[in-house]
């Protein structure tokens, strides 16, 4: 069974940037479809972006432009990059694994990492 660990998270200014990182054992990355869901106060959990395996990407409106998902096979490493990042952006991040089918990305093989806390404020 797949163990998906993020980190990077952390406290940053608008504007700013951070990148996540989703480091996964066991099981067979480069096959998997993985994506980043976060969740603020409050409010549920929604997806962020979603990649395949073969590399292609979908993400939420409210981070189109600034958010990049990315994959490393050889490193079996998941990654977001933040920039330009909003109070908004506010939450926790957790990655998963599930499946990238029409354009879109559904974590529905119920595994997640533990999440990492963002925050961003001035």
């Known amino acids: 069974q797949a163990r998906l660990v993020e980190s990077g998270g952390g406290s940053v200014q608008p504007g700013g940037s951070l990148r996540l990182s989703c480091a996964v054992s066991r099981g067979s990355f480069m096959s998997y479809d993985m994506g980043w869901h976060r969740q603020a106060p409050g409010k549920e959990r929604e997806l962020v972006a979603g990649?395949?395996?073969?590399?292609?990407?979908t993400y939420a409106d409210s981070v189109k432009g600034r958010f990049t998902i990315s994959r490393v096979n050889a490193e079996n490493t998941l990654y977001l990059q933040m920039n330009s990042l909003k109070p908004e952006d506010t939450a926790v991040y957790y990655c998963?694994?599930?499946?990238?089918?029409?354009?879109?990305?559904?974590?529905?093989?119920?595994?997640w990492g533990q999440g990492t806390q963002v925050t961003v404020s001035s």
């Open positions: 990649i395949s395996s073969d590399g292609m990407t």
């Open positions: 998963s694994l599930g499946t990238y089918y029409s354009g879109t990305y559904y974590a529905n093989h119920g595994y």
